[in-house]
Antibody
Framework: QVQLQESGPGLVKPSQTLSLTCTVS??????????WSWIRQPAGKGLQWIGR???????YYNPSLKSRVTISVDTSKNQFSLKLTSVTAADTAVYYC????????????WGQGTLVTVSS | QSVLTQPPSASGTPGQRVTISCSGS????????VYWYQQLPGTAPKLLIY???QRPSGVPDRFSGSKSGTSASLAISGLRSEDEADYSC??????????FGGGTKLTVL
């Protein structure tokens, strides 16, 4: 059974960089059948896709966040990461990592989510 | 403001059939598959429907999806108390982004 687990600071100061890691267990992050995504959800609001990375290293980002986002993968640790720069209070949200199927293009496994608050 | 439009709330009584709508445009729903996610209170989203109508293994056949033009619907028949959750639709956009609806909170009365 594939499991994903987010980790990282729960509190980030405004203008700083938010950094999160997603550790994948029960499967290889190097499989060409999958891609890896980050999604966030502000309290009481809908889901917002942040971006995805393929095992080839190709990345795709939400145009509204593209200038501030970097997603990377570390196959040796079976992890992928999110960096979001110049954060503001509007970036406060629960951040989820998820696995996507290349063929089905769905998000079939999700982490439990981690709350990141941007505040001084 | 979400790209896909869903009603903020829906409700039904046990045993009833409920539908949740999702409206988009030609650049997303109109030209790509629709996905539905169920989010029980305090938990992560769970894939409910993929490729418009397909159910992942383990999802009861009480849940069904459909799509017509630039709109899609999720139907839940034989409503149960455990179906009380937020339901979100999603679709890939021509910009290669995944766009979501704002979510519909389903209450089982």
């Amino acid at each position: 059974q594939v499991q994903l687990q987010e980790s990282g600071p729960g509190l980030v100061k405004p203008s700083q960089t938010l950094s999160l890691t997603c550790t994948v267990s029960g499967g290889s992050i190097s499989s060409a059948s999958y891609y890896w995504s980050w999604i966030r959800q502000p309290a009481g609001k809908g889901l917002q896709w942040i971006g995805r990375i393929y095992t080839s290293g190709n990345t795709y980002y939400n145009p509204s966040l593209k200038s501030r986002v970097t997603i990377s993968v570390d196959t040796s640790k079976n992890q992928f990461s999110l960096k979001l720069t110049s954060v503001t209070a509007a970036d406060t949200a629960v951040y989820y990592c998820a696995r996507g199927g290349v063929a089905t293009r769905d998000l079939d496994y999700w982490g439990q989510g981690t709350l990141v608050t941007v505040s001084s | 403001q979400s790209v896909l439009t869903q009603p903020p709330s829906a409700s039904g009584t046990p045993g009833q059939r409920v539908t949740i709508s999702c409206s988009g445009s030609s650049s997303n729903i109109g030209s790509n598959y629709v996905y539905w996610y169920q989010q029980l209170p305090g938990t992560a989203p769970k894939l409910l429907i993929y490729r418009n109508t397909q159910r992942p293994s383990g999802v009861p056949d009480r849940f069904s999806g459909s799509k017509s033009g630039t709109s899609a619907s999720l139907a839940i028949s034989g409503l149960r108390s455990e179906d009380e959750a937020d339901y979100s639709c999603a679709a890939w956009d021509a910009s290669l982004s995944l766009v979501f609806g704002g979510g519909t909170k389903l209450t089982v009365l």
